[in-house]
Nanobody
């Protein structure tokens, strides 16, 4: 049974930092591309960042230069380091596993897998 457990969310002031973690079990983690998504109240879920099994990354434009996705295959964990947080980053953040990160001439595209975590709330106050 695949389990993804997110942690690290919370309340932070604008300009602050948080690091989200997603611990995976039940999958061959090192073979998986992983993604972080977020869903703000009343909005659709959107991709924030993704990382391939080999470490290639993709970011949504709004977080480039502020967020960093990384992975530790020995710990079966993917991280999202979030710096210079803004109120518009407020959302529930979800981990996704078993995806695919493919590179095209127009840039990388992440195709989500079937497995999702339960989500962790990130609230950024102004």
């Amino acid at each position: 049974q695949v389990q993804l457990v997110e942690s690290g969310g919370g309340l932070v002031q604008a300009g602050g930092s948080l690091r989200l973690s997603c611990a995976a079990s039940g999958i061959t983690f090192s073979f998986n591309a992983m993604g972080w998504y977020r869903q703000a109240l009343g909005k659709q879920r959107e991709l924030v960042a993704a990382i391939s099994s080999g470490g290639r990354t993709k970011y949504v434009d709004s977080v480039k230069g502020r967020f960093t996705i990384s992975r530790d295959n020995a710990e079966n964990t993917v991280y999202l380091q979030m710096n210079s947080l803004k109120p518009e980053d407020t959302a529930v953040y979800y981990c996704n596993a078993d995806g695919s990160l493919r590179t095209y001439a127009s840039g990388p595209v992440y195709y989500p897998g079937n497995y999702w975590g339960q989500g962790t709330q990130v609230t950024v106050s102004s």
